[in-house]
């Protein structure tokens, strides 16, 4: 009897943690003055099986930013990972 409402539960939990799951990136236009409305018609006009198309997003002047994270830098290929000798304990 275990078995069957293990299974019930879990086929109850699981869709409602996959609810759960949200797209954390920020929009905003860069060159201009923009409303909550135009916001919100853009992002439901671009909604494609419940993710936002970053192109289309794009293509309508919106660029996705993550507050309080930085994107790191390329590494240059020419570069070289040079540390100075360490000097002793005195």
């Not at 919106?62 to 390329?74: D, F, I, L, M």
């Amino acid at each position: 009897m275990r078995w069957p409402r293990a299974l019930i539960a879990l086929v109850l939990v699981v869709p409602a943690l996959g609810g759960c799951v949200t797209d954390e990136r920020e929009w905003m236009k860069l060159d201009q003055r923009y409303t909550i409305e135009e916001f919100r018609r853009d992002r439901k006009a671009c909604l494609k099986d419940g993710t936002i198309d970053d192109a289309c997003m794009q293509g309508r002047g919106w660029v996705a930013v993550n507050p309080g994270v930085q994107a790191e830098k390329p590494k240059d290929p020419h570069a070289r990972d040079f540390q100075p000798p360490s000097r002793g304990r005195y």
